[in-house]
């Protein structure tokens, strides 16, 4: 038996190793154990399919208090966020606002729920040379452009379990330009041809080009998607490369292939160019945003909440836009990038649809004031008479006043084209919004502007002022000027 010579120092030598076991026995289980908890904590993008988010976001260096403050304020505008979930108090920038899954920064977001993977390819470090070498479009351009649609499409597309790496295709189809037209007829953020947005329900008319919409281009884009990756095997390349080149084509090649005893996967198949440059875009893209740091890339954050929210107008039949921002207190030029859907002259389609994409702070506001209108006619757009010459046909009148023979004659109850000199008829015209700012007019041939004064009650010399014009100019088919607003246009 082992005689203790000093009692009280073997106890402390005890104790102290003691404590030191439990603390890596501590370490360790928390090591263990917080991926697990965090990921039975529910949370919204659990709840609807998506990917649950990391703890830290990867490559953002820490910034100032201020920037701490704003991201605090992206949490609060955030119809998504559950702020007594969210410890602002020890918010750091370059952190996930909590451990439930919310981002302050959307190409984080997209960063989690990346899954093409592909081993490194000479083709794709090419490309991204070349995105390295056009980096400020990257960083600056794309980031000020998608910020007002890419919230959302990420969230459509964590919906559906998609990797994320399709929310970026509209980058590579438009640069997020919900106007942008191919010589080939391709339309909108995704591109879609009229054959393709017909056939998944993507509305066309005078009045609104559903493949310009945002929300339902995205619903239509992701629903042709989805279908092409069931047809190809579940391969996502093969879907994005049948999404460029058409699915009949893609098919005709893997047959090919197939025939020939050749692999079918995407880099065996023979593709157009363009095709190929498509499909290694979309995965150079995901390796920059994977690691930017190390491509020396530094993309512009973008808040991640969706700054929108769509308002059913109710049975209203047409509605002036002008009137929708009067009352939603918010720019025409906000709401026209909101809403590109309707393309003319800021009105909506009179057999809709009928709702709006309304600033996410301006909502409740545009609700209670929608709730509040006495009659359908205050949300209607305005009418101007038209006195009608001598030669004048229906289609010229629609031309100048920028309008459809269809809708001049569903305003007139007219049955047929005929019209005769002298009489009068409605055409849509632009209400000028008081309080508004400065109304857009597009001159129309034969227009003065002495005429245009009269036409909407303002003094010749105040609409000389405001277009800068000096006497003896005239005005050109298609001008525009600012007209102040007034009074309503006389008849």
């Not at 969210?86 to 918010?91: R, S, T």
């Not at 977001?109 to 040379?129: D, F, N, Q």
């Not at 699915?247 to 079918?264: D, E, F, T, Y």
């Not at 991640?304 to 209203?316: A, I, S, Y």
Request: glycine fraction near 8%.
């Amino acid at each position: 038996m082992k005689i203790i010579e000093n009692p009280t120092l073997f106890a402390r030598h005890v104790l102290q190793a003691r404590l030191r076991a439990a603390f890596r026995l501590r370490a360790a289980l928390s090591i263990l154990l917080i991926p697990a908890l965090s990921a039975c904590i529910p949370t919204q993008e659990a709840s609807i399919g998506g990917r649950n988010a990391a703890l830290a976001l990867v490559g953002y260096p820490s910034k100032p208090e201020s920037e701490r403050d704003s991201m605090i304020e992206v949490a609060r505008r955030s119809d998504e966020s559950r702020l007594e979930e969210i410890d602002l108090g020890n918010l750091r920038p370059g952190s996930s606002l909590s451990r439930r899954g919310y981002y302050t920064d959307t190409w984080v977001r997209i960063r989690h729920g990346l899954a093409l993977s592909e081993p490194m390819r000479p083709e794709i470090e090419s490309r991204i040379a070349r995105y390295r070498e056009r980096r400020y479009h990257l960083e600056n351009i794309a980031g000020e452009r998608a910020k007002g649609y890419l919230p959302y499409i990420v969230r459509q597309v964590e919906k559906r379990g998609i990797p994320t790496e399709i929310a970026l295709l509209p980058y590579l189809e438009s640069g997020f330009d919900p106007q942008a037209k191919s010589h080939k007829g391709a339309v909108g953020l995704w591109q879609f041809m009229p054959k393709t947005g017909a056939a998944y329900g993507l509305k066309e008319s005078y009045w609104y080009d559903a493949r310009r919409d945002v929300v339902d281009s995205t619903r239509a884009a992701l629903d042709y998607l989805e279908y092409l990756h069931r047809e190809f095997d579940d391969q996502w390349l093969l879907a994005v490369a049948a999404y460029n080149w058409g699915q009949s084509k893609l098919k005709r090649a893997v047959a090919n292939n197939r025939r020939a005893g050749k692999a079918v996967d995407i880099w065996s198949l023979k593709l157009p160019r363009e095709t190929r440059g498509f499909v290694t875009n979309l995965l150079a893209l995901s390796a920059i945003i994977r690691n930017p740091k190390r491509y020396g890339v530094e993309l512009t954050p973008i808040p991640d909440f969706v700054e929108f929210r769509q308002v059913d107008l109710g049975n209203k039949g047409q509605v002036d836009l002008r009137q929708v921002a009067k009352l939603a207190g918010v720019s025409m030029n906000e709401l026209e990038r909101l809403n590109p859907g309707f393309i003319r002259n800021g009105f909506t389609d009179p057999k809709g649809p009928h709702r709006v994409q309304i600033p996410l702070r301006s909502v409740e506001r545009f609700e209670a004031a929608l709730g509040a209108l006495r009659s359908v006619q205050e949300f209607a757009p305005g009418l101007d008479k038209y006195r009608i010459a001598p030669g004048d046909t229906l289609s010229e009148i629609a031309l100048r006043n920028n309008t459809s023979v269809k809708q001049l004659k569903e305003l007139n109850n007219l049955a047929s084209d005929r019209i005769r000199a002298g009489r009068t008829l409605l055409v849509p015209g632009l209400f000028p919004v008081r309080g508004d700012g400065m109304l857009q007019y597009q001159v129309k041939q034969g227009d003065t502007l002495w005429g245009i004064a009269k036409r909407y009650g303002i003094p010749l010399n105040n609409l000389r002022r405001s277009n800068d014009l000096p006497r003896g100019d005239k005005l050109l088919p298609g001008q525009k000027i600012q007209v102040p607003t007034g009074p309503t246009p006389s008849g």
